[in-house]
């Protein structure tokens, strides 16, 4: 499953920096809603007790010699027209599951999740997932045709897209085989490989509604779109009209700068909180029908099998659902104490309500503090604080989302779901912290 | 002032794609109220009746062979473990003003706003703006020294800082000078360098309050914070207290990964609304004082020349502003008819209320687009509706922040400052449109 070897760009080694007073009293009353507040909304007055445990600069050797940084003159401005991560993050890549396709134009790499802050990846860590490569497309060569059930076929060029009425909007994306590989008993090492192929940026582009009024769509049998991308597979998908009315974007910019060529540069159909692969890239044709099209793409692919042998296809939003990204697999606590333990939280379906944190296994679950703005159909991040003595500990997260939807344990999803699908799996996530503070991906029920 | 070759990705070349009858509404009525109302809640309703006129697929070269990537095998995942922009997107990077300082160390590099979309700007293209160049810190001998009047002096390492409670939270950053050349009749040429030092991000980060409570700060005699760098120039920067203790962080993420070593990696100071000199980059050290402390960065610099000779020191908070970023000075439009005009709007003290546009040259203003989220000392994407028949036109913008504030004309603000300023000129910018379709720099009043 790749290297493992920098799963933190800085390993996790806490000390304590609560007072032992504090850390008895979260120990004791964990995080409730009063004390959340208190932390909310006065972090400086709820930590004014709190000890004084850092190491004095005397003591350190490594800052009683001036580093050369500070002694020299710099690099000039420009040195790198388009800026680069650090050196010393070149482990913070996206990487590849060896094995899990047959050829590496029809794989996934993940996102390194475990070492993000925030709601936005940045756009050169988006996890990828391609059915024949990606590919350098000249924009200028680029059209996109609306046709089918309208008045009058369109093709467009990128420059008449760029000059039409836009919209930005901040949306996670995520894949419809994230957390594939847990509905059996393969519990991949790290959060990278369980939950990476989710990302979240801010895209912009022209709403589907507005190219397909221009080109007059069939209001009385329109039911549903085809998206076709200009890679070599043709990749097809069929989606809902009412989706794609909503709030689906033609797209050309992503976290502000048109979109990267692994995530379909010049154009790609965003279809928020629907599952990944209706996401196409290279976007070149939207035709209007009236049922679903059963391509290749969507008859053998991203189908969902229950227990009763059945199929269940067209499944398409992703669910509410949550994990915690620090401590996560891989990782290891060094010291005991105060830990913020960190994680995401997104709803296909609207907004995350909350957030809650159990640290046995399920049997207590508290309120984590969710940071703003909670966005429809983005990521949202949640913080909870924890003590860690050296106890065994089994780490777990669970949102419920705007529509009271909460997200099911491994055992709820298994009873609905079956063990037999590769889709779908929106599962509590269970990290086992064990007494030596490494951290695994354990399965519960 | 660098090259222009490619001042947009895309030229703009426009051909109507609204109606006659809509394109004369819009001429004699403006964008009021009613009409705004009618595109944001139901952009299909409002677009219903447009005519179709683009180019059909069989007319077209360019379509009727299949383009090599259509009919073949793309490249794998990873081919870029950290991914990079198109190679089509080559131009657009951020770019320097030869001979605006002595060395290369010492300058600024321009962020390409007239390319941007959204309010996240890439890091990759955010602004530069060092006093002794920048610097590739090894975060393990990274540290932030906490002093002064504090009960208890401390040295955070970086693990230490990455344990602790964070939040993370979109802010612009605009440096002092950004628009400085405009003060007298220098009009450059671009949107890039006249307001290029201005960029946005995801931080996340330690709230500095969080570190003074930690250490013991004494809240009696506390006035100050002195901010102080790791790079070469040591900079130094007297932070008031109200604004470190409102909502600056010490910050080590941006747009979900850590800082960019130009931008302060590991550690820089976050101070949302404050001119980015007191941003300190590669943060090393937090004094609390009881009074400014007047050092070479802040006695010689970022002082504001006012017109009875006095000198205005420690202003500091960027004020209400905005400008459109597309058509922007070196743009070119090609054709008649529709365009989305669209910019950017902020203030350092709050929220925007709202954005006005005007194509008279500020004899009439009509209310824009505005994108949510809108978010305090954030950046707000703004859009207006506009056909262009060919006649010179003065395009402005004009944004009213949450305290109700409105960005002065140049007329205004030199009224109140005189023309000896460097520093903090917020005044509304024109474009002119020529006859031709290029757009030129032009300062009114």
């Known amino acids: 499953m790749g290297t493992e070897a920098d799963q933190g760009h800085l390993q996790l080694a806490p000390e304590s920096f609560l007072s032992t007073d504090l850390i008895n009293e979260i120990q004791r009353e964990g995080i409730d809603s009063g004390r959340r507040t208190l932390i909310r909304g006065a972090i400086a007055a709820a930590t004014a007790a709190i000890a004084v ?52 134009q029809s794989s996934v790499s993940f996102t390194p999740l475990q070492n993000l802050f925030g709601m936005i990846t940045p756009s050169g860590l988006h996890f990828e997932r391609h059915h024949q490569g990606w590919v350098d497309i000249d924009p200028r060569r680029h059209r996109l045709m609306i046709n089918g059930l309208v008045k009058t076929p ?15 909007r901040i949306h996670f994306l995520e894949c419809g085989a994230n957390t594939g590989l847990e509905w059996g008993n393969v519990a991949v090492p790290t959060v990278q490989y369980t939950h990476g192929m989710l990302s979240a940026s801010e895209f912009t582009g022209v709403p589907v509604s ?153 049997r207590n679950w508290r309120p984590a503090r969710v940071e703003g703005p909670v966005l429809p159909k983005a990521l949202t991040r949640f913080q ?40 779908h799996n929106n599962a509590i996530q269970t990290w086992r912290v064990g007494s030596d503070g490494e951290v695994h991906n354990v399965q519960l029920g």
Chains 1, 2 share one sequence.
Request: glycine share 10%.
């Open 154 to 168: 369109l093709v467009f060029t990128m420059e008449e897209l760029l000059r039409m009425p836009s919209v930005s």
């Open 53 to 104: 445990p850092s190491v004095r600069a005397a003591d350190d050797p490594d800052i009683v010699n001036l580093p050369s940084w500070t002694r020299s003159l710099g690099k000039p401005v420009v040195a790198n027209p388009y800026g680069q991560p650090s050196p010393f993050e070149a482990n913070i890549v996206r990487r590849q599951s060896p094995g899990l396709t047959r050829t590496d």
């Open 210 to 362: 507005l190219l397909l009024e221009r080109a007059g769509i069939d209001r009385q049998r329109a039911k549903v779109l085809l998206a076709e991308g200009a890679d070599g597979s043709s990749m097809t998908r069929t989606i809902n009209l009412e989706n794609a009315l909503d709030d689906a974007l033609v797209a050309y910019g992503q976290n502000g700068e048109m979109l990267r060529p692994e995530n379909g540069y010049p154009l790609r159909l965003v279809v928020p909180g629907v599952q990944g692969v209706s996401w196409v890239k290279w976007l070149r044709r939207l035709e209007v029908g009236d049922e679903p099209w059963a391509t290749k793409d969507e008859a053998a692919h991203y189908v969902d099998m229950m227990p009763d042998g059945t199929h269940r296809q067209y499944t398409s939003i992703q669910e509410a659902k949550s994990v915690i990204t620090a401590p996560s697999g891989g990782q290891k606590l060094l010291k005991h104490g105060y830990y913020s333990v960190t994680g995401l939280a997104w709803s296909g379906r609207g907004t995350v309500e909350k957030v809650e944190v159990s640290v046995d296994g399920g």
């Open 384 to 423: 909870y604080d924890w003590v860690w003595q050296g106890e065994e500990t089994l780490l777990q997260s669970r949102v419920t989302d705007s529509t009271g939807y909460a997200q099911p344990s491994r055992a709820e999803l298994i009873g609905v779901r079956g063990t037999r699908s590769i889709y």
